[in-house]
């Protein structure tokens, strides 16, 4: 693990000279939706496990995503598979799903306005 306190500044590529076939996120809204956002407390081993509580980086009570929620939803892109066989996601990937969600959503505001 790394932890840090202080800011840490990078940028991943996303360039187009790097992509082919590109193209939106089908079906990103029920995705979103059905992948939504939890609250949740982890279990005392996975606190253990990460150094105990400390308030900063390893807190009881926490929110996100269960990946499970994102196979089950069809978007396993965002999943990971640990070596030790538990589920890992990733966030960044996310917000291409949100940025793509909110789209679908304007389009259907435009549909009802008459647009």
Not at 33 to 56: C, H, P
Request: aromatic share 10%; proline share 3%.
């Amino acid at each position: 693990q790394i932890r840090a306190t202080d800011n840490i500044t990078a940028y991943a590529a996303s360039d187009a000279k790097w992509k082919t076939n590109v193209r939106p996120i089908p079906n990103a809204l029920a995705k979103a939706v059905a992948i939504g956002g939890k609250l949740f407390d982890w279990t005392d081993e996975y606190i253990a496990k990460n150094g105990g509580e400390d308030g900063y980086f390893v807190r009881k009570e926490d929110f996100g995503i269960v990946a499970q929620d994102a196979i089950a939803a069809g978007f396993s892109e965002v999943t990971r598979t640990r070596p030790d066989g538990t589920l890992a996601v990733d966030y960044e990937k996310l917000s291409a799903l949100a940025l793509q969600a909110v789209a679908e959503l304007y389009l259907e505001v435009q549909k009802l306005k008459g647009n």
